[in-house]
C-alpha cells in the first residue's frame, strides 16, 4: 500500500499518526510496524502510545479500538457502545480530531446508512485501509 505517514512521538511514546507526502521513516518501532499493517502483514499494533484529548474523546478512542480488525461500526453504534447514546455527532467530531490514525481505527466508524462518509486524510484512503483489512481478514479465515 503507497501510503506516507508522519509519526510524532513524546518520551518515547507515539502521541501523533497522520497521513502525509514525504519519506516515511522505518527505523523506529511504530513505523516498522505501521508499515507491516499497510502491507497486509500485521492486524494488531503493539508499540507503546499515550492518547491526548477530552475525556469524551479518549473513551471514544478506546471504545473504537476494541473493534475487531476488518470490521466497520456506524457513529451511532460506537456513540453507545461508549456509553453516549445520544452523542454520535460529538463521536464524528472526535473522529476529525484522532490523533492517531490506524492505532485508533477511524477508518471503520460509518455513517448509518453505511457509505464511506469522510475521512479526514481522504475518503480514497479510507477505502483503501477498509479494502485491505477485508482483503487480509478473508485470506486468514
Do not use: W
Not at 514525504?22 to 494488531?44: C, P, S
Not at 469524551?56 to 456509553?83: C, N
Not at 460509518?110 to 481478514?137: C, M, N, Q, W
Amino acid at each position: 500500500m503507497n501510503v506516507d505517514l508522519d509519526v510524532k512521538y513524546e518520551n518515547g511514546y507515539v502521541v501523533e499518526i497522520n497521513f502525509k507526502k514525504g519519506d516515511f521513516n522505518v527505523e523506529n518501532e511504530a513505523e516498522k510496524q505501521l508499515l507491516e499493517y499497510l502491507n497486509g502483514h500485521r492486524k494488531t499494533l503493539s508499540f507503546p502510545y499515550k492518547i491526548k484529548g477530552t475525556a469524551f474523546q479518549k473513551k471514544v478512542y478506546e471504545t473504537l479500538m476494541t473493534s475487531e480488525y476488518g470490521s466497520t461500526i456506524t457513529y451511532k453504534s460506537l456513540a453507545e457502545k461508549a456509553g453516549y447514546d445520544k452523542a454520535y455527532r460529538a463521536v464524528g467530531s472526535a473522529m476529525n480530531k484522532n490523533p492517531l490514525a490506524i492505532l485508533i481505527p477511524c477508518h471503520r466508524v460509518l455513517p448509518s446508512d453505511y457509505s464511506l462518509g469522510k475521512f479526514g486524510a481522504s475518503v480514497s484512503i479510507k477505502k483503501t485501509l477498509l479494502d485491505l483489512e477485508r482483503s487480509v481478514k478473508k485470506r486468514s479465515e
